[in-house]
């Protein structure tokens, strides 16, 4: 994952993965960070967080 704020926006770029089910079955996950990621980038002093998954509807 790549992440970067630049003019006031926060871009994060992530690889997509083949859809996998998700651990409810409900829906594919096509992009996840698979749990909290402390980044490097930093708002107010402090390091900001993602916790991302993207997915489609079965």
Known sequence: MD??????KLTIVID????????SGKTLVVAT?????VTECIVDGKP???GLNAYIKK
């Not at 997509?16 to 651990?23: I, K, N």
């Not at 960070?33 to 990621?37: I, L, M, S």
């Open 3 to 8: 992440v970067k704020i630049e003019n006031g």
């Open 16 to 23: 997509l993965q083949e859809p996998t089910p998700s651990a």
């Open 33 to 37: 960070t698979h749990g909290n990621v």
């Open 48 to 50: 900001v967080v993602i």
